[in-house]
């Protein structure tokens, strides 16, 4: 009984800690271009949150493994999103909103303990659809947090879905405190136990294209595609629907996921997913009117729902149960790179040569990368199965 209520606890913790996280995402990037003329800085402030996402998430899964506890770490963790959300909705400044936008990143690093201390309660070969069935959680509040945007700023403008990610935040750390975590052993970690995860194909392949999604998914839907449609007359209300939708779809796929895992192999819904990403960018990048761009974005999520799922589980689907949390630290904190280099670079490519030829650059360097990561993970597991036979 204490295992079944501490799944739905924290199915229930994860959606409101990525409500959270993403009340306030579709409209922060016009946001915060009301500060400043230059894209270079609205991607400099965008790119906190990935990068302390990528600072944090590999000292998370250690912590975790070392102590055989993930809880007290949850606790700061999501103390973090509502505390970073609460100083950008009081900061009117470039450095206050990019202060408020790295602590939020600090809470995203969360992401890695909750994955591990939610695959306990599952067996082993359970571990990717535990994992699509957490981020089913994690998506439905992101959709949810997405989708109200436009109407929040609306009745209170920008600050009001600051405050109320807040609120969310403080509602999950009540909640936190009730799970009933299985205690794991403590393992001590070296240096050489990370380089050996770090440099395992079997870990690191998956995390490589979780990269690259990563990085085309910040440059596009929530680094640059709101500017873009703001420039095209889109309001507030068009562009949370954009990114709810975005979002939508990815529950969608996730739900997909936990549905059709057990009967497809994970090789072909990767390299499906994958090709839809592209295709989503291509549709992005050939609109010419608000309404020609809604299907690009609903395609992006789809894909990324089915693709990102599958990565988590992968990434961990060969370590030993004690090794996890460390796993999905480097898997996490590698993916947290290119979340931070895309809107980052991005802004400044964009400053240079437009949003759109941006977009169609990004997507050109996507779709070589991944497949060469894909052909690389397939050949790896094709090796692995024939050892075994």
């Known amino acids: 009984m204490k295992e079944k209520s501490s799944i739905a606890l924290f199915l229930a913790v994860t959606f409101l800690f990525w409500a959270s996280l993403y009340f306030y995402v579709p409209t922060l990037p016009t946001y915060i271009k009301m500060k400043t003329p230059q894209l270079s800085m609205v991607g400099l402030v965008l790119s906190m949150y990935g990068l302390w996402m990528a600072v944090v998430r590999l000292p998370m899964g250690l912590s975790g493994d070392v102590i055989g506890w993930g809880k007290p770490l949850i606790l700061l963790g999501v103390f973090f999103s509502a505390f970073g959300a609460f100083v950008m909705g009081k900061g009117s400044t470039i450095g206050w909103l990019a202060t408020g936008r790295a602590l939020t990143g600090l809470s995203a690093g969360t992401w890695v303990l909750l994955i591990t201390v939610f695959s306990t309660f599952f067996d082993l070969d359970q571990s990717v659809f535990a994992s699509s069935m957490l981020t089913l959680s994690a998506s439905l509040g992101r959709m949810v947090g997405t989708g109200s945007t436009g109407f929040l700023n609306q009745i209170g403008g920008y600050a009001l879905s600051f405050y109320l990610a807040a609120g969310t935040g403080c509602l999950a750390l009540v909640l936190v405190l009730f799970v009933h975590e299985k205690r794991r052993a403590p393992r001590r970690v070296t240096p050489a136990s990370i380089f050996h995860l770090l440099t395992n194909r079997y870990v690191l392949i998956p995390t490589l294209i979780s990269v690259v999604v990563h990085y085309a998914d ?5 680094g640059f595609l709101p500017v873009m449609v703001n420039e095209m007359g889109a309001g507030d209300i068009t562009k949370s629907l954009l990114i709810g939708t975005n979002i939508a779809s990815i529950t969608a796929a996730n739900l997909l996921n936990t549905l059709v895992l057990r009967k497809m192999k994970h090789n072909a819904l990767l390299i499906l997913g994958a090709f839809l990403f592209f295709s989503g960018m291509v549709i992005i990048i050939s609109a010419r009117t ?29 370590v030993a149960r004690n090794e996890r949390s460390t796993a999905m630290g480097i898997h996490q904190s590698l993916y947290a790179i290119g979340m931070f280099a895309g809107p980052w670079l991005s802004g400044i490519l964009a400053d240079h040569i437009g ?34 036979l």
């Open 290 to 318: 608000v309404a020609a761009v809604f299907p690009g974005t609903i395609c992006m999520g789809f894909a990324f729902g089915i693709v990102y799922p599958i990565l988590v589980g992968l990434s961990i689907q060969k």
């Open 218 to 222: 910040w440059s596009v839907t929530f």
């Open 355 to 388: 949003i759109r030829p941006m977009f169609s650059i990004t997507a050109g360097f996507y779709l070589c990368a991944v497949y060469c990561l894909i052909f690389l993970l397939m050949r790896a597991r094709r090796t692995k199965s024939a050892a075994v």
